[in-house]
């Protein structure tokens, strides 16, 4: 099993930036790619950015190209996600994801329990 537990979500103004954080435990996260996700209220849940296993691939949304970064580091079993540029269409309930494979799928084995991140005008 695979825990995956997000952090860094809070309301910031329109602008502004935010780091999440997503700390793995339970297997060597090295072995997994990572994903992340956003839902807001009454939509459904949508592909934000993924990392493949050793950083040699990144992909993003279309909705976050150019803001929004993320990285990885293995030594910390953390993947991270560094959204700049914020704005309110960004306000969503944020989630990381593992998997073995590589993909903007929402079928990822593994799911942390979602930060808020809330964008004001």
């Known amino acids: 099993q695979v825990q995956l537990v997000e952090s860094g979500g809070g309301l910031v103004q329109a602008g502004g930036s935010l780091r999440l954080s997503c700390a793995v435990s339970?297997?060597?996260?090295?072995?997994?790619?990572a994903g992340w996700f956003r839902q807001a209220p009454g939509k459904e849940r949508e592909f934000v950015a993924a990392i493949s296993r050793a950083s040699l691939r990144t992909v993003y949304a279309d909705s976050v190209k150019g803001r929004f970064a993320v990285f990885r580091d293995d030594g910390r079993n953390r993947v991270y996600l560094q959204m700049n540029s914020l704005q309110p269409e960004d306000t969503a309930v944020y989630y990381c994801?593992?998997?073995?494979?590589?993909?903007?799928?929402?079928?990822?084995?593994?799911w942390g329990q979602g930060t808020q991140v809330t964008v004001s005008s």
């Open positions: 994801a593992a998997d073995r494979d590589f993909k903007i799928v929402s079928t990822y084995d593994y």
């Open positions: 339970g297997r060597a996260f090295s072995n997994y790619a």
